[in-house]
């Protein structure tokens, strides 16, 4: 009884190392982090890691009728993350305003369905 439906693809990197270049840092004064989403990609969300992206897609995949969300479960599945990493996530898109839980701490969905 969870939300399946059409995957949306981040255009984003799938590595999570963060990969410095001196170019890139010099630019921001050593803090560039290309784990970040600066707005490349449809529907990107300027600010988010990779992870964070994946995690915000595979929330954007449930139909907007679904009151339940997606679980946990579910939302690692689909992202293709590890629990830690989910609930890492989770927490800060939590915080951010751009899921909240459901059902319990364990279902989810975006606050803006787009």
């Known amino acids: ?15 999570e190392k963060n990969s410095r270049t001196p170019a890139k840092a010099a630019i ?3 803090m560039y ?13 300027p600010g988010l890691t990779g992870t964070q992206t994946k995690v915000y897609n595979a929330l954007k ?3 907007p009728e679904n009151q339940t969300g997606m679980s946990l479960m579910e939302i690692a ?9 989910l609930r890492v996530a989770i927490e800060f898109l939590s915080n951010e305003g ?3 839980s459901t059902v319990d701490d364990e279902h ?5 369905h787009c």
């Open 1 to 15: 009884n969870g939300c399946r439906g059409k995957a949306v693809v981040s255009t984003q990197s799938t590595g």
């Open 28 to 30: 921001s004064g050593g």
């Open 33 to 45: 982090d290309s784990n970040v989403n600066n707005g490349a990609g449809a529907g990107a969300i």
């Open 61 to 63: 995949s449930c139909p």
């Open 77 to 85: 599945a689909k992202a293709r993350i590890g629990m830690n990493d």
């Open 98 to 100: 751009h899921i909240y």
């Open 108 to 112: 989810f969905k975006l606050t803006d």
